[in-house]
């Protein structure tokens, strides 16, 4: 039965779109079936990593939850539907890839904060995919915080990844989520650390931090200027997979699919 | 026996004089014998004869105040000792003693000044200089050079008078890489570096030279610009011959010409030892393995004397600098990364405490829990 995997951060741009995309479509390269659930409904990131624009996308998350669209309806099958020149996406072609994007109109938005939603549909709508897609992975890019919703995603995770940048908020919020992940009794726990300044010993960081939290770290991404030069604009690790980046990347899919 | 003018002619400073000259000397030389263990003159009774060996041997002794001797040199048979009083009558500079029974012909000051009068005013001069060079020592320096050390006397004699002295300040340029190569030195005193530029424009010291070594004889020999500079790292004088007067000396004496060239040998034998060593070294320390470098540095003498080293030991001892410094550049860089590398994280623990007890702690909590747990199971059951 398919994997659901959080992707989650305390705080605001560590990197958890971009993260999620690149674990995922490295999962689809190496034949798994995945699919993408962006449920950080108030600030959609995964879609435009995709190409996906409000014309492209085809139906949404909000769709679902608000009961118009069955959930497979609002799955984008990525690899189907590769339409446009990125180098990196353009490898996905064939893959089996799909993405739940949410809806990135502000009517729409506003309307689900306002009037909030039934977790237990959207949980519902994820157990659906992954026994109609027949998924081998379900990755669930989580809105950041503590929240409700992102908790109750926590609850019905196999493996939760945090991702963190080396900084000092980041890391106090960590240690917060750590312990309520594991007050949820969530079997997996691992931590990404993203945008980590190359002058540091990253073996020397991964051994502190997995000391700090008891927890093991997937992998630490370098801060790219490179990666802040692709810009969201296509998949890096699929577009420069020789790159040190990229191949922190290749570590972190591989250390989750070692998980079983 | 009164002496020859082969012998005569063997004698530094009666080379410049004309056959005809030298033939007038034996007459006013007169036969003085001495038994083992007598003593010719003492340092600093006064000068004026000059003593020619026939027989035996005699030793150039310095008495130190402690009453030790010092024994500077050993002459033999055709060997003359005090040929400097002939110019400038002066103190004895050291004692001379017999180590054996010794038959010696004495010529004095004022018979060699009667015979020399007519001389023209170039011999005159020319038996000044040689006095002086080797009053100064040039005699011994060149005697002392791979390439003129085994050659007779009056040769030695005749390219001393060409030499000419240059004196440099600690840190002055001899010479530059790609300067035209015209000239040969023997350096007399101090230390000297030949250095190129790498690839970065930084310095590296390809060898270093001192008393009693040579320089610049490639480019006598192929007449191709300087291949490294060559700066002085103490206060160093040199003696200087031009490529004209060299290639003169050789042609007086071919034998030079196979000396020449055994010293650029072994130039390149060490140059092939350095760079092997040198490819080792780099091996070593590109796989990490610093502490073979660290071994084989030590202090390195920048002051090069007379060196009789082998080439090994040279090449290892100008490596030795060269990675001092490279495990110099690489501990610098170790201490920084370590001082940027401690990344701090600290974790406030009584507030995270407090903040995952208040969100456990709440009913909020519990109801999401309880709802987490329905959800899994309805989740499994569905499996």
């Given at each position: 039965?398919?994997?659901?995997?959080?992707?989650?951060?305390?705080?605001g741009?560590?990197?958890?779109?971009?993260?999620?995309?690149?674990?995922?479509?490295?999962?689809?390269?190496?034949?798994?079936?995945?699919?993408?659930?962006d449920?950080?409904?108030?600030?959609?990131?995964?879609?435009?990593?995709?190409?996906?624009?409000?014309?492209?996308?085809?139906?949404?998350?909000?769709?679902?939850?608000?009961?118009?669209?069955?959930?497979?309806?609002?799955a984008?099958?990525?690899?189907e539907?590769?339409?446009?020149?990125a180098?990196?996406?353009?490898?996905?072609?064939?893959?089996?890839l799909?993405?739940?994007?949410?809806s990135?109109?502000?009517?729409?938005?506003?309307a689900?904060?306002?009037?909030?939603?039934?977790?237990?549909?959207?949980?519902?709508?994820?157990?659906?995919?992954?026994?109609?897609?027949?998924?081998?992975?379900?990755?669930?890019?989580?809105?950041?915080?503590?929240?409700?919703?992102?908790?109750l995603?926590?609850?019905?995770?196999?493996?939760?990844?945090?991702?963190?940048?080396?900084?000092?908020?980041?890391?106090?919020?960590?240690?917060?989520?750590?312990?309520?992940?594991?007050?949820?009794?969530?079997?997996?726990?691992?931590?990404?650390?993203?945008?980590?300044?190359?002058?540091?010993?990253?073996?020397?960081?991964?051994?502190?931090?997995?000391?700090?939290?008891?927890?093991?770290?997937a992998?630490?991404?370098?801060?790219?200027?490179?990666?802040?030069?692709?810009?969201s604009?296509?998949?890096?690790?699929?577009?420069?997979?020789?790159?040190?980046w990229?191949?922190?990347?290749q570590?972190?899919?591989?250390?989750?699919?070692?998980l079983? | 026996m009164?002496?020859?003018?082969?012998?005569?002619n063997?004698?530094?400073?009666?080379?410049?004089?004309?056959?005809?000259?030298l033939?007038?000397?034996?007459?006013?030389?007169?036969?003085?014998?001495?038994?083992q263990?007598?003593?010719?003159?003492?340092?600093?009774?006064?000068?004026?004869?000059?003593?020619?060996?026939?027989?035996?041997?005699?030793?150039i002794?310095l008495?130190?105040?402690?009453?030790?001797?010092?024994?500077?040199?050993q002459?033999?048979?055709?060997?003359?000792?005090?040929?400097?009083?002939?110019?400038?009558?002066?103190?004895?500079?050291?004692?001379?003693?017999?180590?054996?029974?010794?038959?010696?012909?004495?010529?004095?000051?004022?018979?060699?000044?009667?015979?020399?009068a007519?001389?023209?005013?170039?011999?005159?001069?020319?038996?000044?200089?040689?006095?002086?060079?080797?009053?100064?020592?040039?005699?011994?320096?060149?005697?002392?050079?791979?390439i003129?050390?085994?050659?007779?006397?009056?040769?030695?004699?005749?390219?001393?008078?060409?030499?000419?002295?240059?004196?440099?300040?600690?840190?002055?340029?001899?010479?530059?890489?790609?300067?035209?190569?015209?000239?040969?030195?023997i350096?007399?005193?101090?230390?000297?570096?030949?250095?190129?530029?790498?690839?970065?424009?930084?310095?590296?010291?390809?060898?270093?030279?001192?008393?009693?070594?040579?320089?610049?004889?490639?480019?006598l020999?192929?007449?191709?610009?300087?291949?490294?500079?060559?700066?002085?790292?103490?206060?160093?004088?040199?003696l200087?011959?031009?490529?004209a007067?060299?290639?003169?000396?050789?042609?007086?004496?071919?034998?030079?010409?196979?000396?020449?060239?055994?010293?650029?040998?072994?130039?390149?034998r060490?140059?092939?030892?350095?760079?092997?060593?040198?490819?080792?070294?780099?091996?070593?320390?590109?796989?990490?393995?610093?502490?073979?470098?660290?071994?084989?540095?030590?202090?390195?003498?920048?002051?090069?004397?007379?060196?009789?080293?082998?080439?090994?030991?040279?090449?290892?001892?100008?490596?030795?600098?060269?990675?001092?410094?490279?495990?110099?550049?690489?501990?610098?860089e170790e201490d920084l990364?370590?001082?940027?590398?401690?990344?701090?994280?600290?974790?406030?623990?009584?507030?995270?405490?407090?903040?995952?007890?208040?969100?456990?702690?709440?009913?909020f909590?519990?109801?999401?829990k309880?709802?987490?747990?329905?959800?899994?199971?309805?989740?499994?059951?569905?499996?």
């Amino acid at each position: 039965m398919g994997k659901i995997v959080s992707i989650h951060s305390f705080r605001g741009g560590t990197g958890k779109s971009n993260t999620t995309a690149n674990i995922a479509s490295q999962f689809a390269m190496k034949g798994k079936r995945v699919a993408m659930v962006d449920t950080d409904i108030q600030s959609p990131g995964i879609h435009v990593l995709f190409g996906l624009d409000e014309k492209k996308m085809g139906r949404t998350l909000n769709d679902y939850l608000h009961g118009q669209v069955s959930i497979q309806e609002a799955a984008f099958n990525i690899g189907e539907h590769i339409t446009d020149d990125a180098p990196g996406r353009a490898r996905l072609k064939g893959k089996h890839l799909w993405l739940v994007p949410s809806s990135i109109n502000g009517k729409e938005i506003s309307a689900i904060l306002h009037d909030g939603y039934d977790f237990n549909v959207l949980n519902k709508g994820l157990q659906t995919l992954r026994k109609q897609l027949e998924l081998d992975y379900l990755f669930i890019d989580t809105h950041p915080g503590l929240n409700e919703e992102t908790l109750l995603s926590l609850a019905i995770s196999d493996t939760m990844i945090i991702i963190l940048r080396p900084d000092q908020q980041d890391f106090q919020g960590t240690a917060v989520t750590v312990d309520i992940a594991r007050s949820l009794d969530v079997p997996n726990l691992m931590l990404v650390v993203n945008k980590a300044l190359s002058k540091y010993d990253f073996a020397q960081m991964k051994a502190d931090i997995e000391a700090t939290y008891n927890a093991p770290v997937a992998g630490i991404l370098p801060l790219s200027e490179d990666m802040v030069d692709n810009a969201s604009a296509d998949i890096f690790s699929l577009r420069y997979p020789d790159h040190t980046w990229s191949k922190a990347m290749q570590g972190i899919a591989d250390n989750i699919l070692a998980l079983g | 026996m009164p002496a020859t003018v082969d012998m005569l002619n063997k004698i530094a400073l009666l080379t410049v004089l004309p056959d005809q000259t030298l033939a007038q000397l034996p007459e006013r030389m007169v036969e003085r014998h001495f038994e083992q263990g007598d003593i010719l003159f003492r340092k600093g009774e006064p000068g004026g004869t000059m003593l020619l060996i026939l027989s035996g041997l005699v030793a150039i002794v310095l008495d130190h105040d402690d009453g030790s001797q010092e024994i500077l040199n050993q002459l033999g048979p055709g060997e003359a000792l005090g040929q400097m009083s002939l110019i400038e009558p002066s103190p004895r500079t050291a004692g001379a003693t017999a180590i054996s029974p010794v038959t010696v012909l004495e010529l004095s000051v004022d018979d060699f000044r009667a015979v020399t009068a007519g001389q023209p005013e170039s011999v005159m001069e020319a038996l000044r200089t040689v006095s002086h060079q080797m009053r100064l020592g040039y005699l011994d320096i060149l005697k002392e050079t791979r390439i003129f050390g085994g050659l007779p006397e009056d040769i030695i004699s005749s390219i001393a008078r060409k030499l000419t002295v240059e004196h440099l300040e600690a840190g002055a340029t001899l010479f530059h890489k790609g300067d035209p190569g015209d000239s040969f030195y023997i350096i007399d005193e101090g230390a000297l570096k030949i250095v190129t530029t790498d690839a970065a424009g930084g310095e590296l010291t390809l060898n270093t030279v001192g008393a009693g070594d040579s320089l610049g004889e490639m480019s006598l020999i192929d007449q191709e610009p300087r291949s490294a500079s060559v700066i002085a790292t103490t206060p160093t004088s040199l003696l200087k011959l031009s490529r004209a007067d060299f290639m003169e000396a050789i042609q007086a004496q071919p034998t030079i010409a196979m000396e020449a060239l055994k010293s650029i040998s072994g130039r390149l034998r060490f140059a092939t030892t350095y760079i092997e060593q040198a490819i080792e070294w780099s091996k070593r320390i590109a796989e990490g393995d610093y502490s073979f470098a660290l071994d084989q540095i030590t202090d390195s003498q920048t002051n090069a004397s007379r060196s009789q080293q082998a080439n090994e030991a040279r090449a290892t001892e100008l490596l030795s600098a060269f990675f001092q410094m490279v495990r110099g550049v690489q501990a610098r860089e170790e201490d920084l990364k370590q001082q940027l590398r401690q990344l701090t994280i600290e974790i406030d623990q009584v507030k995270r405490q407090q903040e995952v007890q208040n969100l456990t702690g709440s009913e909020f909590f519990s109801d999401l829990k309880k709802q987490a747990q329905k959800l899994r199971e309805q989740n499994t059951e569905d499996e």
